[in-house]
């Protein structure tokens, strides 16, 4: 129970997640063109958007809320009213001079489930001297980060970068050539691909789980990790390519049922079944398609398609290791206790107090932490603690033998998985 309120808490949280904001800028004919797809509810709430994961955890979340709750039309007439504001907050400069951009439009997307994110397209234009040969483009660090991208000019010269705790860009090229290089297109999108998967990939963590729980020895899970990687590394590049489009009605109910076979498949079996990293090489085409629709959020620069690509894939592939190792780092001593069926008082009361430091923590709360921690840490301090108790009680009955583990820790984690991999299956076909 307590592992289905993590879950439904975390859902929640992630209707409310914050993304980069994605500016496509042009300059041509005298004129510098933005337009800045953003989330308008966080910037009307005054919401602190900077290093923050969902706008729940935000003091004044109800305003967001409020906001998001009104018809499109009311937010694009209050972006108008409170633009000289938020005008203020945006920094554009033609070599080295300030430019003041006007309000050309305001595009409200039309979303009608409240639990989804809605996207504000705001359509900024700025005068440029003809002979003006770089521009700078930047916002404050309180509306969050910024993706900027360049057009008008060839692909292969074209700017990409995001923009966060407020910086500036560089001075770009009007005519294009100011380019990342490729190590610091790999460095970026490795931290994409690492928050997709913690703080943000819940099913794709629960999947992970479920390829370790089976799997009792180091060497077999690495093989199945390995297989899942290099699926999802194929799809997600053919997806960027445009060659494969499935749409995400499809992909995310099936992401949701491979959560449920891994899960069920370790309740039934007791060990590892030769067709497994096959059926995991296969659900890791799907999981894939599902990166490509984060990837959609950030784009891939052209300029830089393969290192981006590489980056994201090794930031996914070191979030799943992360996993890994601290769901072993935690059970490890269980498994031991029960394999040589030893009683280990010590051992008990280790995870007994480990269980007990993440209640705390739970009570503390995200808000009294490091930003690192309130975001990689205070969102698992519930299951981790629920997997300290099992492992606990698995210690303490480990003169049943080596079916302790299994018995106390594999199959109530399996259980509790297949639960909610169902609940999802549910919840995105029918609901």
Request: proline residues 5%; hydrophobic residues 55%.
């Amino acid at each position: 129970m307590a592992l289905l309120l993590w879950v439904a808490l975390v859902r929640m949280a992630a209707a409310h997640e914050v993304f980069p904001s994605i500016a496509n800028f042009t300059a041509e004919e005298g004129t510098l063109s933005i337009e800045i797809a953003t989330t308008a509810e966080a910037i009307l709430a005054g919401i602190d958007l900077d290093g923050l994961e969902d706008t729940d955890a935000a003091e004044n979340a109800a305003d967001y809320d409020a906001l998001r709750a009104l018809p499109p039309e009311e937010i694009a007439d209050q972006v108008e009213a409170n633009w000289p504001e938020i005008a203020e907050n945006i920094v554009i400069t033609a070599d080295g001079d300030p430019v003041l951009a006007d309000l050309a439009g305001v595009e409200v997307e039309d979303v009608e489930n409240f639990d989804l994110r809605r996207t504000t397209t705001l359509v900024l234009t700025a005068p440029l001297s003809v002979d003006a040969e770089t521009v700078q483009i930047g916002w404050t660090r309180s509306y969050g980060d910024l993706t900027l991208r360049q057009n008008g000019v060839p692909d292969d010269v074209a700017f990409t970068q995001t923009l966060s705790g407020g910086e500036i860009s560089p001075a770009i090229a009007i005519a294009g050539g100011t380019v990342q290089s490729g190590w610091a297109v790999f460095a970026d999108y490795i931290g994409v691909g690492f928050d997709h998967i913690i703080p943000l990939g819940l099913d794709h963590i629960l999947f992970v789980l479920g390829l370790f729980f089976l799997a009792q020895r180091v060497g077999p899970l690495l093989w199945q990790v390995t297989a899942f990687t290099l699926a999802h590394t194929i799809t997600l590049a053919l997806a960027a390519l445009g060659i494969v489009n499935v749409p995400p009605e499809i992909v995310e109910p099936i992401i949701a049922a491979s959560i449920v076979y891994v899960a069920v498949e370790n309740i039934l079996t007791p060990g590892l079944k030769p067709w497994r990293p096959a059926v995991v090489f296969a659900f890791g085409l799907l999981h894939g398609l599902g990166f490509a629709s984060v990837l959609g959020e950030f784009g891939l620069p052209e300029s830089a398609f393969i290192p981006a690509l590489i980056g994201f894939n090794v930031g996914v592939e070191v979030g799943q290791l992360v996993v890994i190792a601290v769901a072993f780092a935690v059970s490890a001593a269980a498994l031991r206790a029960s394999q040589i069926a030893g009683m280990e008082t010590g051992v008990v009361a280790g995870y007994i107090v480990f269980a007990l430091l993440c209640v705390a923590g739970m009570a503390v709360g995200a808000d009294a932490m490091p930003d690192w921690a309130a975001t990689y840490i205070a969102p698992f301090l519930l299951p981790l603690s629920v997997l300290g108790f099992l492992c606990a009680v698995c210690v303490a009955a480990s003169s049943v033998g080596t079916v302790a583990y299994r018995q106390f820790v594999a199959i109530p984690a399996s259980a509790a998985i297949a639960v909610i991999g169902a609940w999802w299956v549910i919840e995105r076909t029918l609901l």
